[in-house]
């Protein structure tokens, strides 16, 4: 998974549940085709590498303390002590692949590991009729200079 993922806010998006018991998307999810290469969203220690529920995961923990869980893996390349760098290949992608950030023990929108989404400029009417819509925009890479 490069750091610049072709979209995370299409297949599931993250939903902070209400509770710790309550419903939501602790993560993003993702439908990509099998075998896509993961790769670290940033350097850090390889934490965990196991499977949970017939589920492969992987757990970095980076320099900040936030932990990043990539999940539903149909590969691994990396073992439990591990030290990885950011863009390092992790593993591989199964049809569906999940990516999940916490803080502590708190789950947090993971979608700035990815970038930022950026929409073009645009000029609003001031007769009162309707705005046009303002389409999908861009993801922007987190070390991007583009504008926009």
């Given at each position: 998974?490069p ?5 995370p ?7 902070l549940?209400a509770?710790?018991?309550?419903p ?10 099998p ?12 934490t ?13 923990e980076?320099?900040?303390g936030?932990r990043?869980?990539?999940?539903r893996?149909?590969?691994v ?6 030290s ?5 290949r ?8 999940y990516?999940g950030?916490?803080?502590?023990d ?19 009417p ?22 926009g």
């Amino acid at each position: 998974m490069p750091n610049c993922w072709p979209d995370p806010f299409g297949e599931d998006p993250f939903r902070l549940p209400a509770c710790t018991y309550c419903p939501g998307n602790r993560g993003i999810e993702f439908a990509p085709e099998p075998g896509q290469p993961v790769a670290a969203v940033a350097a850090g220690r390889v934490t965990f590498v196991g499977t949970v529920a017939g589920t492969v995961y992987v757990v970095v923990e980076h320099a900040d303390g936030r932990r990043a869980t990539y999940g539903r893996l149909g590969a691994v390349a990396v073992s439990r002590g591990a030290s990885v760098v950011a863009g390092q290949r992790i593993g591989a992608t199964t049809d569906a692949f999940y990516f999940g950030l916490r803080e502590g023990d708190r789950p947090v929108d993971p979608t700035s590991m990815f970038g930022r989404r950026r929409y073009p400029l645009r000029l609003l009417p001031t007769d009162g009729s309707a705005a046009p819509p303002v389409g999908p925009g861009r993801l922007v890479c987190p070390n991007s200079t583009a504008r926009g």
